[in-house]
């Protein structure tokens, strides 16, 4: 008890001296401010400040809110704007949505074309060397989508004397499993020609390809079934002649049907080994009558025509296509790591009319095949694919980077019906067949530029003066390849 009177006394003395304190600090603005009654009532000066203070803090809301709202309006603003990306792999704009976009890229090879020796290919007589530098390629390409499920192809050629339309097509993807394109485009026979230019190891179409119509006009249906393992595609064409692209129209009227499937059954499997193997056949079956149906010339490995159908002035030594062709064509690839390895066989048989020695309206069916291998060994350790090699490290002389490098290898054979000669085609100018030895340096300096360097030795049987074989020829390749 004695300490809470104790407690009780020290608070009343504390109050006590509070008290003279205030009276003191009071004392001087009491006598300083005359007149008691003008002085400002202190009680009013803190609710008008509580007043400004409450204002300033609405201000301060709405402001912040303001704020909310212009950046809630840039950001739909924003939304409703195209999206252009300016970069690699291409320039490309997309709507808001995603439902439409384009994108465009274009790439350039620039060849030359050395030939060690000259090459006799008229009566005997040696030819000048055909040395010379080239736009083997040069093309752009416009592609995109539009209503999601709709996309379109189109690339112009640019690289001969004239410009010339490639593509043009579009494909509408109803579900993975079925696809519907129409247009022009690659027709689906060729593993090796299905292949883009840019992504291929060899830089000249093998003599397979020589054998195979290459694009053409018309409708196909495609998709892929067993997540991707399982590839199709029919469709039905004008009929391009071969070794070249088809017409704008369809001059005989008859039509091609072309069917091909493609299996990777181990693409998503554990066998690593086993991921990048596929496999395939593709055939075609139609008519062609006339001079618009006859097929391109045959190349060499230094792309010298070597085989053609006789154009003789005379009606009599004229030969054209008469009557049923169909083709077959099994492929097959495989990527493991470095190595590639893709390799096809193609069979052609077509059937022709008239020819030196032959009546108008005689007829010779002609069977001509043709194969190869092609081989590839990334040095620098980068995946070989289909779709060609990506290097891990960009050349660079400060980076230390140097690309990647590839080893190519290539044979290849053609051998066409002896029945042709020399009603069809004349054995002076034309040879019976071809053996093609390829090798050669491909260099990724980065992903939009390739150095190609590559040496083609091809023997011929036939093909020149007096029934002799022409003599082999050596050439040297080289290519500088750049997309964009």
């Not at 005997?124 to 040395?131: E, K, L, N």
């Not at 030594?317 to 083709?327: K, L, N, S």
């Not at 064509?329 to 893709?342: D, M, R």
Request: without cysteine; charged residues 20%.
């Amino acid at each position: 008890m004695k300490t809470s009177r104790h407690n009780v006394r020290g608070m009343a003395s504390g109050r006590r001296s509070l008290l003279w304190l205030l009276a003191a600090v009071g004392l001087p603005a009491a006598v300083a401010i005359p007149g008691r009654a003008d002085a400002p009532d202190v009680g009013e000066e803190l609710r008008e400040l509580r007043r400004q203070i409450q204002a300033l803090r609405q201000e301060v809301r709405i402001l912040q809110r303001q704020r909310e709202i212009d950046q809630e309006q840039a950001v739909e603003k924003a939304g409703q704007q195209p999206k252009v990306s300016v970069g690699a792999p291409n320039l490309s704009f997309r709507s808001p949505d995603s439902k439409y976009d384009l994108k465009i890229r274009g790439w350039v090879q620039a060849d030359s074309r050395w030939f060690l020796n000259a090459v006799n290919t008229t009566n005997g007589a040696a030819t000048p060397r055909g040395d010379t530098f080239l736009i083997r390629r040069a093309r752009l390409v416009v592609e995109g989508t539009f209503l999601e499920d709709f996309t379109y192809f189109f690339q112009p050629e640019f690289g001969g004397a004239n410009a010339t339309l490639l593509d043009a097509s579009v494909n509408y993807a109803l579900r993975p499993e079925f696809q519907i394109k129409v247009g022009r485009f690659k027709s689906p026979l060729g593993l090796e020609f299905l292949q883009s230019p840019l992504q291929s190891m060899g830089m000249e179409w093998s003599s397979v390809t020589g054998l195979l119509p290459l694009r053409d006009n018309g409708v196909t249906l495609h998709g892929d079934l067993l997540d991707a393992r399982l590839s199709y595609e029919v469709g039905l064409f004008n009929g391009g002649p071969d070794g070249a692209n088809a017409g704008a129209t369809d001059i005989d009227g008859t039509k091609d049907v072309v069917a091909r499937v493609f299996a990777q059954p181990f693409r998503e499997g554990n066998a690593a080994w086993l991921q990048g193997l596929g496999f395939g056949m593709a055939g075609s079956w139609g008519r062609h009558e006339g001079v618009a149906a006859r097929p391109g010339a045959l190349l060499s490995g230094g792309s010298q025509s070597i085989y053609q159908v006789r154009t003789d002035n005379a009606v009599t030594a004229t030969a054209e296509p008469d009557g049923a062709q169909w083709r077959w064509v099994p492929q097959i690839y495989h990527y493991q790591g470095p190595l590639g390895i893709l390799a096809e066989y193609v069979v052609n048989s077509s059937e022709y009319r008239g020819g030196f020695g032959h009546r108008a309206d005689q007829h010779v069916r002609l069977e001509n095949t043709a194969w190869h291998l092609d081989v590839g060994y990334v040095l620098t350790g980068e995946d070989a694919t289909y779709r060609g090699v990506r290097p891990r490290h960009d050349f660079s002389l400060s980076g230390g980077g140097w690309g990647a490098v590839q080893l190519f290898a290539r044979y290849s054979e053609l051998h066409l019906d002896p029945k042709a000669f020399p009603t069809i085609a004349n054995p002076a100018y034309s040879v019976s067949d071809a053996t093609e030895y390829s090798a050669g340096v491909n260099w990724y300096l980065n992903p939009n530029v390739r150095v190609n360097l590559h040496y083609a030795l091809t023997r011929f049987n036939a093909g020149d003066f007096n029934g002799k074989d022409r003599p082999s020829e050596h050439a040297v390749l080289t290519r500088v390849q750049i997309s964009f």
